[in-house]
């Protein structure tokens, strides 16, 4: 084997390396998902009348907090949760 055989091989040899490193460290950063919120509270977006006895519906942002408290609940699966709810611009129920 000469000398521009070898330099080939050594060369082809970082190349493939490089890339397996590059890929892993690409799909480990892919892998993270995005942020995670600081609120634990969930909006929904939807059609409602804005009062009772009202004819006409409107968007609405409805929110759920987590009641947070010292006593643990009888059954886990269930959590007490406040809900408030304010008109918002109708884009958000499209």
Known sequence: MNLYQHAMGT??????????????????????????????DTIVYSWAY????????VCKAIVTHPVTNQRTPKDP???????????????FCL
Do not use: E, N, Y
Request: glycine share 8%; aromatic share 4%.
């Open 77 to 91: 699966s269930r959590q007490r949760v406040t809900v408030r709810s304010h008109i918002v611009d109708p884009k």
């Open 50 to 57: 804005p009062h009772l006895g009202a004819d006409q519906q």
């Open 11 to 40: 060369i082809s040899r970082i190349l493939v390396f490089g890339l397996l490193v590059v890929a892993t460290i690409w799909g480990v950063v892919l892998s993270h998902g995005p942020a995670q919120a600081t609120s634990a």
